[in-house]
């Protein structure tokens, strides 16, 4: 029978795991979570859910097996399997399971998802393994030290095992971050701030350097739709080098593809077969129409050659 020494001791290594798992999953796809939800995307936490429960129960898991078999080879090869595991979670989860989650919504994303696999793969899979594999080495390598000390402390020992699992484990997920989901990010963040410049500055006098370097010409199609209150975009579809990326904009109904290049917005235009039925002009361009003044001249954006 373990002794109550031991099962504290254990359950310590479990919080450990779990810490390392959830602290992981949260800078590996809770920040890219909140920053998408920041831009208007639809299912921002699609991610990190799933990313944050697989993570921390096989934290807690690899954590307690650690301190519960106490082998240096075999914690070697349980924080190398975490490691494994979430490298693959950084390819899997932003490209096959956001292709098939989002298929599941609707129709209208079943029939345009296009995601390719990137181009190089396995030197993504090579460096995560690399970044990943480290920390995820040197947290689990100083687990029997970090739980020790918690036993002979009071609460200082809980506060030491979230410490060192955040900041290891933190610089593992930021690097999974930087290696994926940045460059699919960066693309949606300049497009919503493209409709937020268009939006502030609509009727307003435009300097048309500033014009073309915000890509207002891309939004010309849809002038009307920028003012309904509410958007949701959808990454639909990107290139395996991550150059071109397309986006579904749903305006309550009314649907806009848009198109960015290396993080340019190039295009937006309606989608006929899908808003035909519900589009309705919510706001006339008579009334309100997308006019700036530019240097000084009322003028149509186009006629600017923006």
């Given at each position: 029978m373990e002794m109550p020494f031991e099962r504290k001791k254990h359950r310590l290594g479990l919080l450990y795991g779990l810490v390392a798992g959830v602290a992981f999953s949260f800078f590996a796809w809770g920040l890219d979570?909140?920053?998408?939800?920041?831009?208007?995307?639809?299912?921002?936490?699609?991610?990190?859910?799933?990313?944050?429960?697989?993570?921390?129960?096989?934290?807690?898991?690899?954590?307690?097996?650690t301190?519960?078999?106490?082998?240096?080879?075999?914690?070697?090869i349980l924080w190398l399997v975490f490691a494994v595991l979430g490298v693959w979670l950084m390819i899997w989860l932003p490209i096959e399971?956001?292709?098939?989650?989002?298929?599941?919504?609707?129709?209208i994303f079943a029939q345009r998802i296009a995601y390719s696999m990137i181009d190089s793969v396995d030197q993504f899979r090579i460096i995560g393994m690399l970044v990943v594999g480290v920390m995820m080495l040197i947290c689990g390598s100083i687990e029997s030290t970090i739980v020790e000390h918690?036993?002979?402390?009071?609460n200082g020992g809980i506060i030491t095992i979230v410490l060192i699992c955040v900041l290891l484990m933190g610089i593992a997920g930021l690097g999974v971050d930087d290696m994926i989901n940045k460059p699919l990010r960066e693309p949606v963040q300049v497009l919503d701030d493209l409709f937020d410049f268009a939006i502030a500055n609509h009727g307003k006098e435009v300097d048309k350097t500033l014009a073309r370097k915000k890509h207002l010409s891309a939004v010309e199609d849809i002038s009307d739709l920028l003012l309904v209150n509410g958007r949701r975009i959808t990454l639909i579809a990107f290139d395996p080098m991550l150059g071109q990326l397309d986006f579904l904009v749903d305006?309550?109904?009314?649907?806009?593809?848009?198109?960015?290049?290396?993080?340019?917005?190039?295009?937006?235009?309606?989608?006929?077969?899908?808003s035909h039925k519900y589009y309705s002009s919510p706001v006339q361009k008579a009334d309100y129409p997308f006019w700036g003044i530019v240097n000084g001249h009322p003028s149509n954006l186009l006629s600017c050659g923006i």
């Amino acid at each position: 029978m373990e002794m109550p020494f031991e099962r504290k001791k254990h359950r310590l290594g479990l919080l450990y795991g779990l810490v390392a798992g959830v602290a992981f999953s949260f800078f590996a796809w809770g920040l890219d979570a909140i920053r998408l939800a920041n831009s208007h995307v639809a299912y921002p936490y699609a991610k990190f859910v799933p990313g944050l429960i697989i993570c921390g129960l096989v934290g807690a898991a690899i954590g307690w097996l650690t301190i519960r078999l106490n082998r240096w080879y075999i914690t070697v090869i349980l924080w190398l399997v975490f490691a494994v595991l979430g490298v693959w979670l950084m390819i899997w989860l932003p490209i096959e399971f956001s292709a098939e989650f989002l298929s599941r919504q609707s129709p209208i994303f079943a029939q345009r998802i296009a995601y390719s696999m990137i181009d190089s793969v396995d030197q993504f899979r090579i460096i995560g393994m690399l970044v990943v594999g480290v920390m995820m080495l040197i947290c689990g390598s100083i687990e029997s030290t970090i739980v020790e000390h918690a036993l002979s402390t009071a609460n200082g020992g809980i506060i030491t095992i979230v410490l060192i699992c955040v900041l290891l484990m933190g610089i593992a997920g930021l690097g999974v971050d930087d290696m994926i989901n940045k460059p699919l990010r960066e693309p949606v963040q300049v497009l919503d701030d493209l409709f937020d410049f268009a939006i502030a500055n609509h009727g307003k006098e435009v300097d048309k350097t500033l014009a073309r370097k915000k890509h207002l010409s891309a939004v010309e199609d849809i002038s009307d739709l920028l003012l309904v209150n509410g958007r949701r975009i959808t990454l639909i579809a990107f290139d395996p080098m991550l150059g071109q990326l397309d986006f579904l904009v749903d305006f309550h109904g009314t649907w806009v593809r848009c198109t960015t290049i290396y993080s340019q917005p190039t295009d937006c235009v309606l989608v006929e077969e899908l808003s035909h039925k519900y589009y309705s002009s919510p706001v006339q361009k008579a009334d309100y129409p997308f006019w700036g003044i530019v240097n000084g001249h009322p003028s149509n954006l186009l006629s600017c050659g923006i």
